[in-house]
């Protein structure tokens, strides 16, 4: 019989986390929440909301917090995710994250896949990545079809959808082994719901800031960090500025597992307000005082090309 565990790495994840458990929690048989970052354990209500679905599902949420940092000081995913997967039980892994959502029919499907094709072991299905709003999904020009067919790791258990990304090799390795074509089952009809990229103005340039402070960006962002934290920040608001103009939208006309229109702009005006008491009124607006910044800057495509990252 089959034992299905959830591994869920979150930080800060309050927006969407409800959203993410509510229609998950009750088809799995363990949820493996670690919490972290390297800065260490939430500080918004995503440890209380967790509490909550304890309270409904005794027993079934294992919660573990710490710090998760590399030598250069980056986030390191790969550590948060090996700790979960020391403490998972079940012979079918489910990895997700807090802003990603399936439908309860959604998991039905998924999970019936499951049961009925006991020789296979990665079970994925269709994505729809929201982009500026819940109208538009994001994919990417050259590979579109990533965006719908996630590219699959397998680890020594079995896979039950969603993606993983080369960035999560860094740090201690994820246990991987070699997958074969027989060994993946698309399943139809089924759909899960990334909102990453519309969870609003203030997560976006927060979210932007953490990656280039960190070094995400490597040799692209060299001068972007060393120009300091009014630097960064006046970076990643015109970074998310720039959206709507990145080629990357393309037209949405399906179902919503959530009736709400998010978009990357919610609390726009707030979170501008925000930085500019920090830093200046519409600092993020001044003019490179070098013109040689906007060379290095045209130099840059990956960043403010429509690129995969981790969000």
């Avoid at 994840?13 to 670690?34: A, C, G, K």
């Avoid at 500025?241 to 609390?267: S, V, W």
């Avoid at 501008?272 to 001044?286: N, V």
Wanted: with cysteine; glycine share 6%; proline share 4%.
């Amino acid at each position: 019989m089959n034992k299905i565990s959830m591994l869920l790495p979150v930080y800060n994840e309050e927006q969407f986390l409800r959203h993410s458990l509510e229609n998950t929690v009750p088809f799995v048989d363990e949820v493996i929440i670690v919490d972290g970052s390297p800065w260490g354990a939430s500080t918004d209500n995503t440890i209380e909301i967790i509490d909550d679905f304890d309270r409904l599902y005794p027993h079934r949420i294992n919660y573990s917090s710490g710090k998760f940092i590399l030598e250069n000081g980056s986030w390191d995913e790969s550590a948060q995710r090996n700790l979960g997967m020391s403490k998972v039980t079940g012979n079918i892994l489910m990895p997700h994250c807090g802003d990603m959502i399936y439908t309860v029919e959604d998991m039905a499907r998924m999970v019936s896949a499951v049961d009925k094709y006991r020789n296979r072991k990665i079970f994925y299905c269709f994505m729809g990545e929201f982009w500026l709003d819940c109208e538009h999904i994001r994919m990417y020009k050259g590979h579109a079809m990533e965006a719908w067919f996630p590219v699959m790791a397998m680890s020594d258990i079995n896979f039950l959808s969603m993606d993983m990304f080369d960035g999560y090799y860094e740090g201690p390795k994820m246990r991987l082994k070699q997958d074969e074509n027989e060994h993946f089952l698309f399943v139809p009809n089924a759909f899960r719901y990334h909102y990453g990229w519309v969870t609003g103005f203030d997560y976006q340039v927060a979210k932007h800031i953490r990656n280039m402070s960190m070094g995400a960006w490597e040799d692209h962002g060299k001068e972007i960090v060393a120009q300091g934290d009014k630097g960064i920040a006046k970076w990643a608001i015109n970074h998310v500025l720039e959206y709507p103009n990145m080629q990357c939208a393309y037209d949405y006309c399906g179902k919503l597992p959530i009736p709400h229109n998010y978009t990357c702009f919610d609390r726009k005006a707030e979170t501008l307000k925000f930085y500019e008491e920090k830093y200046g009124e519409r600092f993020w607006e001044e003019e490179d005082e070098e013109a040689e910044a906007e060379e290095e800057t045209e130099d840059m495509p990956d960043i403010h090309a429509c690129v995969r990252v981790d969000g």
